[in-house]
Nanobody
């Protein structure tokens, strides 16, 4: 059984920063992809950023230059450093883990950016 637990969400003013964390526990394989997705009210869940176990990264155009994804493989934890936050970044942020035969989601952590 694999679990993903997110933390770090909250309320921040526009221009501020937040750091999200997602800790994976259970049967974590050495080769996987971890990532962050977000879902704003009334909208579909969308990719924010992903990072492979080899540290290759991919970002949505809307967050490039502002967000940084990183991971600590020893801790099975992925981070999302979010800088220069905008009101349109307001959403529930979900952690995702893809490994052989599994596509898992955390319960989400809300981020609200006030103008």
């Amino acid at each position: 059984q694999v679990q993903l637990v997110e933390s770090g969400g909250g309320l921040v003013q526009a221009g501020g920063s937040l750091r999200l964390s997602c800790a994976a526990s259970g049967s974590i394989l050495s080769i996987n992809v971890m990532g962050w997705y977000r879902q704003a009210p009334g909208k579909q869940r969308r990719l924010v950023a992903t990072i492979t176990s080899g540290a290759s990264t991919n970002y949505a155009d809307s967050v490039k230059g502002r967000f940084t994804i990183s991971r600590d493989n020893a801790k099975n934890t992925v981070y999302l450093q979010m800088n220069s936050l905008k009101p349109e970044d307001t959403a529930v942020y979900y952690c995702n883990l893809v490994q052989r035969g599994m596509d898992l989601w955390g319960k989400g952590t809300p981020v609200t950016v006030s103008s």
